[in-house]
C-alpha cells in the first residue's frame, strides 16, 4: 500500500520557543454552598415555593402587629361573619361588603330590613337576587304571595339591638356621641306599643295584620317610639333622630339600671375606636381571621423550627456515635430506637397532655411529645451518612496522621453529609406543623391560652360553621395548604441542590 507523501512545508511547530504551564483559573472558585444554590436557583418550582414561603413567614410575623387586633379582641356580636372592609363596600364594588345571601325572605322580614336601613341610614340590603312568586288561596280566591333571596350587609343587618347600662356609662355614652356627632342611643319603644319589638328591637314602625308596614299618606314608615316620660330611665341630652318631635324617649328604667336601643355598629366605634373591619371576616370568637390565622402561624412555625432544632441536635450525636463505631454500639443503639418508635404518638401525647402537662405546663408537654420519638429519623440519616464517607480515604488519612475520633466524627465525615441532614430539617418542618394542627383540630391539645389560637383551633371553629360561615374554614386551610406544599417543594429542591445525584429519589 502506498502512502502520500506530505511535504515538510506543512508542518508547523506549535510553543516552539514557548514554555508550557498550567494557566491561572480566570474565574473565581465556588465552594460547597455557593454551588448548591447556584443548582437551587435553577429549580423554578422549589424557587416559587421558597418566596411564597417568605411572603407566609412575613405574614405571620407582621399581619398581627399591624391589623390592630390582638388575640383578646373578641367580639360576641360579630361571630362568623364575613369579610368586610366600610371603605370598599361603600364603593359598590360586590367584594369585602359583608355579603350574606338570606333565602326566601317574605314582605314582612324585608320590611325590617328597609326599616333598619330609614331609621339607622346603613342600608343593609346589597341586592335583591331573586323575587319567587307563589299562588295562595284566601278567602276563596288565589293571590299571588312573593318570597325574595336578599344579598345583606350583615354588619349593617345587625342593626339595632337592646343593651342596658349604668347611670355612669349610659352618661358617658352620650357624652361621647356629642363629641363625634354619631348616634348610638336611637329612640325608644314600648313592647305595648308594639309587641313585635319585645323580640324584635329593629322592629319601630306600625304594622298592619299581615305583619307588613303601615304607611302614611306619603308612604313612609309611621313611628311608634314611646313618649311616655315618666318611664324614662334616665335624662337624654345627646343626638336626636332629625324628625324627633322632642318628646321621644330614648330609653327605660329597668331593674335599677337603663334599658336602651343602640345600633351596634356605632356602639363598636364607641367601644374600639374605628369601624368593624375584617378583611377574612370573623371566626366563631369574633376574631379577626386576619390577624388569627397570623397569630396562629407564627406559634406553628416557630414551634416546628424549635422541634427541627432539638430533634437535629439529639439524632446528630446519637446517629453519629452509630455510625461510626458501628458493631454492637450501633446494635443497641438501634434496638433502642426501634423500641421508641413503635410507641403511637398520639397516645404520647394525650398522655402528657393529661398528666405532664399539670406540671411543666401544656407547651413543654406538647413539645416533650414531639421530640420523645421525633429524632429518630435524623438519627437514622446520619448514621446512613457516616457509613457512607467513613471508609473513604480522606478519613482513614486524617485516621492515620492521628486525628481523634471527635475529630474523624465532627470535622471531617459530618461537614460532608451537612447537606442531607440540612434538606431533612427543611422536610421535617411541615410534618411538625401538620401533626401539631392535627392534635389541635382533634381538641387533644389546647394551645389558646399560650399562642392566642392555632391553625388546628381555627379549622376546628370553622368545620362546626362550615355552611353558613364557609370563609371560617377556606381561609385556615389554604394558609395550611400552602404552607404544608412549598416547605416540601423547598426541601426537596434542597435535596437536590446539596446531592445532584440523588435527585428525584429519598436518599
Same mark, same amino acid.
Given at each position: #500500500?502506498?502512502?502520500?507523501?506530505?511535504?515538510?512545508?506543512?508542518?508547523?511547530?506549535?510553543?516552539?520557543?514557548?514554555?508550557?504551564?498550567?494557566?491561572?483559573?480566570?474565574?473565581?472558585?465556588?465552594?460547597?454552598?455557593?454551588?448548591?444554590?447556584?443548582?437551587?436557583?435553577?429549580?423554578?418550582?422549589?424557587?416559587?415555593?421558597?418566596?411564597?414561603?417568605?411572603?407566609?413567614?412575613?405574614?405571620?410575623?407582621?399581619?398581627?402587629?399591624?391589623?390592630?387586633?390582638?388575640?383578646?379582641? %373578641?367580639?360576641?356580636?360579630?361571630?362568623?361573619?364575613?369579610?368586610?372592609?366600610?371603605?370598599?363596600?361603600?364603593?359598590?364594588?360586590?367584594?369585602?361588603?359583608?355579603?350574606?345571601?338570606?333565602?326566601?325572605?317574605?314582605?314582612?322580614?324585608?320590611?325590617?330590613?328597609?326599616?333598619?336601613?330609614?331609621?339607622?341610614?346603613?342600608?343593609?340590603?346589597?341586592?335583591?337576587?331573586?323575587? /319567587?312568586?307563589?299562588?295562595?288561596?284566601?278567602?276563596?280566591?288565589?293571590?299571588?304571595?312573593?318570597?325574595?333571596?336578599?344579598?345583606?350587609?350583615?354588619?349593617?343587618?345587625?342593626?339595632?339591638?337592646?343593651?342596658?347600662?349604668?347611670?355612669?356609662?349610659?352618661?358617658?355614652?352620650?357624652?361621647?356621641?356629642?363629641?363625634?356627632?354619631?348616634?348610638?342611643?336611637?329612640?325608644?319603644?314600648?313592647?305595648? +306599643?308594639?309587641?313585635?319589638?319585645?323580640?324584635?328591637? %329593629?322592629?319601630?314602625?306600625?304594622?298592619?295584620?299581615? *305583619?307588613?308596614?303601615?304607611?302614611?299618606? +306619603?308612604?313612609?314608615?309611621?313611628?311608634?317610639?314611646?313618649? /311616655?316620660?315618666?318611664?324614662?330611665?334616665?335624662?337624654?341630652?345627646?343626638?336626636?333622630?332629625?324628625?324627633?318631635?322632642?318628646?321621644?324617649?330614648?330609653?327605660?328604667?329597668?331593674?335599677?339600671?337603663?334599658?336602651?336601643?343602640?345600633?351596634?355598629?356605632?356602639?363598636?366605634?364607641?367601644?374600639?375606636?374605628?369601624?368593624?373591619?375584617?378583611?377574612?371576616?370573623?371566626?366563631?370568637?369574633?376574631?379577626?381571621?386576619?390577624?388569627?390565622?397570623?397569630?396562629?402561624?407564627?406559634?406553628?412555625?416557630?414551634?416546628?423550627?424549635?422541634?427541627?432544632?432539638?430533634?437535629?441536635?439529639?439524632?446528630?450525636?446519637? *446517629?453519629?456515635?452509630?455510625?461510626?463505631?458501628?458493631?454492637?454500639?450501633?446494635?443497641?443503639?438501634?434496638?433502642?430506637?426501634?423500641?421508641?418508635?413503635?410507641?403511637?404518638?398520639?397516645?404520647?401525647? $394525650?398522655?402528657?397532655?393529661? /398528666?405532664?402537662?399539670?406540671?411543666?405546663?401544656?407547651?413543654?408537654?406538647?413539645?416533650?411529645?414531639?421530640?420523645?420519638?421525633?429524632?429518630?429519623? #435524623?438519627?437514622?440519616?446520619?448514621?446512613?451518612?457516616?457509613?457512607?464517607?467513613?471508609?473513604?480515604?480522606?478519613?482513614?488519612?486524617?485516621?492515620?496522621?492521628?486525628?481523634?475520633?471527635?475529630?474523624?466524627?465532627?470535622? /471531617?465525615?459530618?461537614?460532608?453529609?451537612?447537606?442531607?441532614?440540612?434538606?431533612?430539617?427543611?422536610?421535617?418542618?411541615?410534618?411538625?406543623?401538620?401533626?401539631?394542627?392535627? #392534635?389541635?383540630?382533634?381538641?387533644?391539645?389546647?394551645?389558646?391560652?399560650?399562642?392566642?389560637?392555632?391553625?388546628?383551633?381555627?379549622?376546628?371553629?370553622?368545620?362546626?360553621?362550615? $355552611?353558613?360561615?364557609?370563609?371560617?374554614?377556606?381561609?385556615?386551610?389554604?394558609?395550611?395548604?400552602?404552607?404544608?406544599?412549598?416547605?416540601?417543594?423547598?426541601?426537596?429542591?434542597?435535596? +437536590?441542590?446539596?446531592?445532584?445525584?440523588?435527585?428525584?429519589?429519598?436518599?
Amino acid at each position: #500500500m502506498e502512502y502520500e507523501k506530505i511535504p515538510a512545508e506543512k508542518f508547523r511547530f506549535v510553543q516552539e520557543n514557548e514554555r508550557i504551564h498550567d494557566k491561572e483559573l480566570q474565574t473565581k472558585a465556588r465552594g460547597f454552598f455557593a454551588d448548591a444554590m447556584l443548582r437551587f436557583r435553577k429549580n423554578k418550582s422549589s424557587v416559587i415555593a421558597a418566596w411564597i414561603l417568605l411572603f407566609l413567614v412575613l405574614y405571620s410575623i407582621f399581619v398581627p402587629l399591624l391589623t390592630g387586633y390582638t388575640a383578646d379582641d %373578641k367580639d360576641p356580636m360579630y361571630n362568623n361573619f364575613p369579610p368586610f372592609i366600610p371603605s370598599i363596600a361603600d364603593k359598590g364594588w360586590g367584594i369585602l361588603n359583608g355579603s350574606k345571601i338570606l333565602d326566601s325572605q317574605n314582605d314582612s322580614s324585608l320590611a325590617v330590613l328597609k326599616g333598619t336601613a330609614i331609621e339607622t341610614g346603613k342600608d343593609p340590603i346589597n341586592e335583591i337576587v331573586k323575587v /319567587h312568586e307563589t299562588l295562595v288561596k284566601r278567602r276563596g280566591q288565589w293571590v299571588p304571595q312573593y318570597s325574595y333571596d336578599v344579598d345583606v350587609n350583615r354588619y349593617y343587618a345587625f342593626g339595632i339591638q337592646y343593651r342596658t347600662f349604668n347611670a355612669n356609662d349610659y352618661k358617658r355614652l352620650q357624652e361621647w356621641q356629642n363629641e363625634t356627632g354619631i348616634q348610638v342611643i336611637y329612640p325608644y319603644v314600648e313592647p305595648e +306599643d308594639l309587641p313585635a319589638a319585645k323580640d324584635n328591637p %329593629k322592629m319601630w314602625f306600625e304594622l298592619n295584620r299581615d *305583619g307588613t308596614p303601615k304607611l302614611d299618606d +306619603d308612604g313612609n314608615y309611621i313611628p311608634v317610639y314611646s313618649t /311616655h316620660t315618666e318611664k324614662q330611665g334616665f335624662e337624654y341630652d345627646s343626638i336626636r333622630l332629625p324628625n324627633d318631635p322632642g318628646d321621644w324617649v330614648y330609653s327605660t328604667a329597668k331593674a335599677g339600671a337603663v334599658q336602651c336601643r343602640i345600633l351596634y355598629y356605632n356602639y363598636y366605634i364607641y367601644l374600639n375606636g374605628h369601624e368593624p373591619s375584617y378583611l377574612m371576616g370573623t371566626n366563631v370568637m369574633g376574631m379577626d381571621m386576619f390577624t388569627a390565622i397570623g397569630l396562629g402561624a407564627r406559634f406553628s412555625l416557630i414551634f416546628a423550627i424549635l422541634v427541627s432544632a432539638i430533634n437535629l441536635s439529639i439524632g446528630a450525636v446519637y *446517629g453519629a456515635v452509630q455510625g461510626y463505631y458501628g458493631g454492637w454500639v450501633d446494635m443497641t443503639l438501634d434496638r433502642i430506637c426501634d423500641v421508641l418508635s413503635g410507641v403511637p404518638f398520639v397516645v404520647v401525647t $394525650t398522655l402528657f397532655q393529661l /398528666h405532664l402537662a399539670q406540671k411543666v405546663g401544656v407547651v413543654p408537654s406538647f413539645l416533650f411529645a414531639f421530640v420523645l420519638t421525633g429524632w429518630i429519623g #435524623m438519627a437514622a440519616l446520619t448514621r446512613r451518612q457516616f457509613y457512607r464517607f467513613k471508609s473513604q480515604e480522606f478519613i482513614l488519612a486524617a485516621r492515620t496522621l492521628g486525628a481523634s475520633d471527635k475529630r474523624l466524627m465532627f470535622k /471531617h465525615i459530618f461537614p460532608n453529609g451537612i447537606g442531607s441532614i440540612i434538606t431533612s430539617c427543611a422536610l421535617t418542618i411541615p410534618g411538625v406543623i401538620g401533626s401539631e394542627t392535627s #392534635m389541635t383540630y382533634l381538641g387533644i391539645v389546647n394551645l389558646s391560652a399560650f399562642a392566642g389560637t392555632t391553625i388546628g383551633t381555627l379549622l376546628a371553629q370553622g368545620n362546626a360553621a362550615v $355552611t353558613t360561615a364557609p370563609h371560617a374554614m377556606l381561609w385556615p386551610s389554604i394558609f395550611l395548604g400552602l404552607l404544608m406544599i412549598c416547605f416540601n417543594l423547598f426541601g426537596n429542591g434542597l435535596r +437536590d441542590a446539596f446531592n445532584p445525584t440523588t435527585r428525584g429519589i429519598d436518599d
